[in-house]
Structure formats: structure tokens, C-alpha cells
């Protein structure tokens, strides 16, 4: 496959307008490092929403996402509820306490309840996950521009494509901050889901089927028992085959959006940038309803792809499906586009790819940034230098922000050397060690809002308890740990379950009492 000139047209434009947009954005200059990461809360709700939209979203959820459709059914949205009741939870009880504190991150209220180094060692948890976590999402973003722009997957082509991503999200951010992160976030959401939509049409009319007809096939595929329209799923089902049923939306997908939408610094730092709590409320409750419907999108392009590769007795012209790309395993989505798309259309891929990839590393640069300078450098900096000009941690949050892009890239590229040489897997614990850095947070968030128990020294071990038990329970762990526990397959969310109440009793066995003393002795 070859980009022709159309499609080349199509690229060039969305840099045109993204460069636009940035020089426009950028020439509001931060004054102080509330402003830089804080956009001195003055951002518009409805704008925040798609941020946070925006950010939720990624180029694995864009090549994914049919993905799902393709191979499953709809059960993947019944986690909205879980998302939907987890946003409740972080609009009662942590977006008001964030306002009232005047926060930076959201890990400042662990110094106001135990001490300053809880605050610092939850923001390096945080660091650690979100290295692995972006890291290999760009890495993921990477491979599939590699494919489409350069033709190959090599070593050379993915480099340049972690490059490319890399340098332009600073471009993107590194002068503006938030604000500029919030508003070109709005412009990559507008661009892929444009994309996206634009796909399911092209595909739809390909297929030359009648809606009604459509919708028999997908209720009643002839080599599954269940339907493909299934929304809810209520059999009790306990491994990774069952994380989308109705029980485990109700529990595991609860907790992981409370600590998405709350507790990582990565999409909460949009919400505070609203002017007030119930502004931040509404941005928040807008983007998890938004995600509803964008999901849906991805979802039923999966539907279509199954009748055009799977239902040769529907669909006229259907292909042989190729799973490969130089030996590299791809979604369905990416086949399809590799080999089916006209020019222009596959051009506009390209760019939705891209744009997906950029909300995603936009939003960890800059809120990374924050972590580093707000709550490790500027503490230690006006300890000794009490009259530092504000202007000094705007400098340290752009500094901060090139040192999080080149970690990001080298997370990237080990990711792909990792899996050239390796059969150990690397990208599936960069991909999930958001999770693992979760239960640890959960724990000690959820002891410090309803307890009084607790101390700095608890905090630590919650935080490493949370995590390794996840990491325990992954089955490339337990296979090395006994061949007897290598067939134990237990669901993430119920891993995330487990790992945060055993996270919870630990920083709730800390005696209240000893807070006080190591507050003392930080003074």
C-alpha cells in the first residue's frame, strides 16, 4: 500500500490547521505554573468534556475498538455504567475537595491529610505507570503509522514514527500547557471520530445490505450461540473472558474509573481547569456520557467488518483476512484499511490514527510535567529559594515536559525491541500497569477520604502491596511461580478488586497517631 497524493493532501491539511491552532492558542503566555498546568481555571466546560473524551480515547481504542466489534459483541458498553456511577463517586467526593484545596494535582490532598512524602510517593507511582502505560501507547500509535506511511514495520520506520509523534506533541503543548493541550485535544477528537464515521459509511454502503438485514445477521451469526448485539451480560464469569459482564461493570470497572476519572493525574487535571467544582462536574459527567456513543461508532465498524470478512453469504465481495503485516500481528481494522480503503478516505485514517495517538501523549506530557514540577521540584526549590519568581516553574514545567516526551519515546522503543527478541510480555504489562498502579491509589485515597486511620509510612506500603499483588496475579507471574497456578485466569477487574482492598487494610493498619509525629518531624 502507498499513500497517493490525495492522501498525502489530506495529511499535510491536518498539520496545516493543528500548527494553526497551536501558534493561535499559544499566544496567551502562562505567567505562572497555576496557569501553565492549571490554565488558571479558567476553561469552558463543554471543552473540557472533549478533552477529557478525548483523552480517555486512544490510537488503540481507534484500531481496537472494531476490533471488539469484530470478535465480540456489546457487552464492552455495559462498562459505561460502571463509568457512569464511578463519575458520581468522583463528583461527590473528590472534585469538591480538589477545589477546596486549590490543588495542582490531585495528589496534594495526600500531603494535607498525611504528610508530604505520601504526596511524593504517590505522584512517583503515578510517574512510574504512566511511563509504561503512554509509552507503549505511543509505541502502539507508532507501529500503525509506520505501517501506513512508510510501508514497513522495521526498526528505522518506527523510530521515525515515535519521533514524529513525539516532536509534534510537544510542538503542540510545550509553549501553552493545559490550555493549549484542552484545545487541541477538541481538534484530534473532531478529526478521528470525523474519521471513524466517515469509515463506517464507506464500509456500510461497500456492503450494499439493507439495514434490516444487517441487524438479522448480527442477532443471529451462524457460528456463535450468542448474538452479537448482546448488551448485557449477567452470567457470573470470573476470568479474563468475562471482565465484561454486568457484575464485573458494577465492581472492577467502578473502581478503575474512579481512579481514571479521579485519581490519575492525566484526565482529572482537565477537570480542574473548569472555574468552579460544579463546572468540573458537568465536564466530567458530559465526557463519560460522550464516550457512549464514540465506543458505539468503533464497535459497529466491527459489526460490518465481520459481515464483509466473515458472511461470504451476505457479503458479495468478501475477502480472505489476513491477521499479519511482515509478521507483525494487526487488528482487523488496520487490514482493512491497509487493503481496502480508496485514497483521500485512507489518507483521513492516517490523520485519525495520529490525532488519536497526540491526545494521548499530549495529555501525559503535560500532566506528568505537573507531577515532577508541583510536586517534587517546586517543593524542594522554594525550600531553599523561597523568592523564586513564578515564572521559574513555568521554564521547569517545559523543561519538564521534553525530559517526559524522551522518556516516553525510549518506553516506545524498548517496547518494540522488547518484542522483537523477547517472548516475554512487555507491552501487555506497559498496557495494564496503569491498573497496577490503581489498586495502590484506591487504597489509600479511599482510607483517607472515610477514615481517620493512616500515616505516611502505610501510604508507602499500600502503594507497593496494591501493585504487586496485580502483578501476582497475572498469569506470565504465576506461571514462573508454580505450573499448578498457570491455568489460574482471573479477569483484570477482579484483580483491581482484590489488589485495592488488600491496598485499603494496609494503609488503614497505619495508626493515625503516628501522622501526627511525622508531620512534626517534617516541620
Same mark, same amino acid.
Given at each position: 500500500?502507498?499513500?497517493?497524493?490525495?492522501?498525502?493532501?489530506?495529511?499535510?491539511?491536518?498539520?496545516?490547521?493543528?500548527?494553526?491552532?497551536?501558534?493561535?492558542?499559544?499566544?496567551?503566555?502562562?505567567?505562572?505554573?497555576?496557569?501553565?498546568?492549571?490554565?488558571?481555571?479558567?476553561?469552558?466546560?463543554?471543552?473540557?468534556?472533549?478533552?477529557?473524551?478525548?483523552?480517555?480515547?486512544?490510537?488503540?481504542?481507534?484500531?481496537?475498538?472494531?476490533?471488539?466489534?469484530?470478535?465480540?459483541?456489546?457487552?464492552?458498553?455495559?462498562?459505561?455504567?460502571?463509568?457512569?456511577?464511578?463519575?458520581?463517586?468522583?463528583?461527590?467526593?473528590?472534585? #469538591?475537595?480538589?477545589?477546596?484545596?486549590?490543588?495542582?494535582?490531585?495528589?496534594?490532598?495526600?500531603?494535607?491529610?498525611?504528610?508530604?512524602?505520601?504526596?511524593?510517593?504517590?505522584?512517583?507511582?503515578?510517574?512510574?505507570?504512566?511511563?509504561?502505560?503512554?509509552?507503549?501507547?505511543?509505541?502502539?500509535?507508532?507501529?500503525?503509522?509506520?505501517?501506513?506511511?512508510?510501508?514497513?514495520?522495521?526498526?528505522?520506520?518506527?523510530?521515525?514514527?515515535?519521533?514524529?509523534?513525539?516532536?509534534?506533541?510537544?510542538?503542540?503543548?510545550?509553549?501553552?500547557?493545559?490550555?493549549?493541550?484542552?484545545?487541541?485535544?477538541? $481538534?484530534?477528537?473532531?478529526?478521528?471520530?470525523?474519521?471513524?464515521?466517515?469509515?463506517?459509511?464507506?464500509?456500510?454502503?461497500?456492503?450494499?445490505?439493507?439495514?434490516?438485514?444487517?441487524?438479522?445477521?448480527?442477532? +443471529? #451469526?451462524?457460528?456463535?450461540?450468542?448474538?452479537?448485539?448482546?448488551?448485557?451480560?449477567?452470567?457470573?464469569?470470573?476470568?479474563?473472558?468475562?471482565?465484561?459482564?454486568?457484575?464485573?461493570?458494577?465492581?472492577?470497572?467502578?473502581?478503575?474509573?474512579?481512579?481514571?476519572?479521579? $485519581?490519575?493525574?492525566?484526565?482529572?487535571?482537565?477537570?480542574? @481547569?473548569?472555574?468552579?467544582?460544579?463546572?468540573?462536574?458537568?465536564?466530567?459527567?458530559?465526557?463519560?456520557?460522550?464516550?457512549?456513543?464514540?465506543?458505539?461508532?468503533?464497535?459497529?465498524?466491527?459489526?460490518?467488518?465481520?459481515?464483509? +470478512?466473515?458472511?461470504?453469504?451476505?457479503?458479495?465481495?468478501?475477502?480472505? &483476512?489476513?491477521?499479519?503485516?511482515?509478521?507483525?500481528?494487526?487488528?482487523?481494522?488496520?487490514? +482493512?484499511?491497509?487493503?481496502?480503503?480508496?485514497?483521500?478516505?485512507?489518507? &483521513?485514517?492516517?490523520?485519525?490514527?495520529?490525532?488519536?495517538?497526540?491526545?494521548?501523549?499530549?495529555?501525559?506530557?503535560?500532566?506528568?510535567?505537573?507531577?515532577?514540577?508541583?510536586?517534587?521540584?517546586?517543593?524542594?526549590?522554594?525550600?531553599?529559594? #523561597? @523568592?523564586?519568581?513564578?515564572?521559574?516553574?513555568?521554564?521547569?514545567?517545559?523543561?519538564?515536559?521534553?525530559?517526559?516526551?524522551?522518556?516516553?519515546?525510549?518506553?516506545?522503543?524498548?517496547?518494540?525491541?522488547?518484542?522483537?527478541?523477547?517472548?516475554?510480555? &512487555?507491552?501487555?504489562?506497559?498496557?495494564?500497569?496503569?491498573?497496577?498502579?490503581?489498586?495502590?491509589?484506591?487504597?489509600?485515597?479511599?482510607?483517607?477520604?472515610?477514615?481517620?486511620?493512616?500515616?505516611?509510612?502505610?501510604?508507602?506500603?499500600?502503594?507497593?502491596?496494591?501493585?504487586?499483588?496485580?502483578?501476582?496475579?497475572?498469569?506470565?507471574? &504465576?506461571?514462573?511461580?508454580? #505450573?499448578?497456578?498457570?491455568?489460574?485466569?482471573?479477569?483484570?477487574?477482579?484483580?483491581?478488586?482484590?489488589?485495592?482492598?488488600?491496598?485499603?487494610?494496609?494503609? +488503614?493498619?497505619?495508626?493515625?497517631?503516628?501522622?501526627?509525629?511525622?508531620?512534626?518531624?517534617?516541620?
Amino acid at each position: 500500500m502507498q499513500l497517493t497524493l490525495l492522501d498525502w493532501l489530506v495529511f499535510c491539511s491536518y498539520f496545516l490547521i493543528l500548527g494553526l491552532l497551536a501558534w493561535w492558542v499559544n499566544q496567551q503566555k502562562s505567567k505562572n505554573s497555576s496557569d501553565y498546568f492549571l490554565a488558571a481555571n479558567s476553561m469552558p466546560a463543554w471543552l473540557v468534556a472533549i478533552s477529557v473524551l478525548a483523552t480517555s480515547q486512544s490510537a488503540a481504542t481507534f484500531l481496537g475498538g472494531p476490533d471488539m466489534g469484530f470478535r465480540g459483541n456489546l457487552t464492552y458498553l455495559a462498562s459505561s455504567f460502571g463509568a457512569i456511577l464511578a463519575a458520581w463517586f468522583v463528583i461527590k467526593w473528590l472534585i #469538591p475537595r480538589y477545589y477546596q484545596l486549590k490543588v495542582t494535582t490531585v495528589y496534594e490532598l495526600l500531603e494535607q491529610r498525611f504528610s508530604a512524602s505520601a504526596k511524593n510517593h504517590a505522584g512517583q507511582m503515578y510517574l512510574f505507570g504512566r511511563v509504561f502505560a503512554s509509552g507503549a501507547r505511543l509505541y502502539m500509535a507508532a507501529l500503525a503509522v509506520s505501517m501506513l506511511l512508510f510501508n514497513h514495520i522495521n526498526a528505522s520506520g518506527i523510530v521515525a514514527a515515535v519521533a514524529l509523534l513525539a516532536v509534534i506533541g510537544l510542538l503542540c503543548t510545550m509553549m501553552g500547557g493545559i490550555r493549549s493541550v484542552i484545545y487541541t485535544d477538541a $481538534l484530534q477528537c473532531f478529526v478521528y471520530v470525523s474519521a471513524a464515521l466517515l469509515v463506517l459509511f464507506y464500509l456500510y454502503s461497500s456492503l450494499d445490505l439493507p439495514w434490516q438485514q444487517v441487524v438479522e445477521a448480527l442477532r +443471529y #451469526p451462524p457460528e456463535q450461540a450468542r448474538s452479537k448485539l448482546l448488551l448485557f451480560d449477567f452470567h457470573l464469569d470470573f476470568s479474563s473472558a468475562g471482565v465484561f459482564n454486568v457484575w464485573s461493570a458494577l465492581t472492577g470497572f467502578v473502581l478503575l474509573n474512579i481512579a481514571a476519572f479521579g $485519581l490519575d493525574q492525566d484526565m482529572t487535571q482537565r477537570v480542574l @481547569t473548569c472555574k468552579t467544582p460544579a463546572k468540573g462536574a458537568q465536564a466530567l459527567l458530559s465526557s463519560v456520557l460522550l464516550v457512549i456513543p464514540v465506543m458505539l461508532v468503533f464497535i459497529v465498524i466491527g459489526f460490518l467488518l465481520y459481515l464483509f +470478512y466473515q458472511r461470504p453469504d451476505l457479503a458479495a465481495g468478501t475477502q480472505v &483476512l489476513q491477521d499479519s503485516f511482515q509478521g507483525e500481528k494487526i487488528t482487523v481494522f488496520m487490514y +482493512y484499511v491497509l487493503n481496502e480503503l480508496p485514497s483521500g478516505l485512507r489518507g &483521513l485514517v492516517v490523520v485519525g490514527v495520529i490525532a488519536a495517538a497526540l491526545s494521548t501523549i499530549t495529555s501525559g506530557l503535560n500532566s506528568m510535567a505537573s507531577v515532577l514540577v508541583a510536586d517534587l521540584y517546586q517543593p524542594w526549590r522554594l525550600r531553599r529559594q #523561597p @523568592t523564586t519568581e513564578a515564572k521559574h516553574f513555568v521554564r521547569a514545567g517545559q523543561c519538564a515536559m521534553l525530559l517526559t516526551a524522551i522518556a516516553l519515546s525510549l518506553m516506545a522503543i524498548l517496547c518494540f525491541y522488547w518484542q522483537q527478541y523477547s517472548d516475554m510480555p &512487555l507491552l501487555a504489562f506497559a498496557l495494564s500497569v496503569m491498573v497496577f498502579s490503581y489498586s495502590g491509589l484506591l487504597g489509600v485515597f479511599f482510607t483517607a477520604l472515610f477514615t481517620r486511620r493512616g500515616n505516611r509510612y502505610s501510604v508507602t506500603a499500600a502503594l507497593c502491596v496494591g501493585f504487586v499483588t496485580c502483578l501476582v496475579l497475572q498469569p506470565y507471574v &504465576l506461571k514462573q511461580l508454580s #505450573p499448578n497456578l498457570a491455568a489460574l485466569d482471573l479477569g483484570f477487574t477482579w484483580q483491581l478488586c482484590i489488589a485495592t482492598l488488600l491496598a485499603f487494610l494496609t494503609c +488503614y493498619s497505619g495508626s493515625a497517631q503516628q501522622t501526627t509525629s511525622a508531620h512534626a518531624k517534617e516541620a
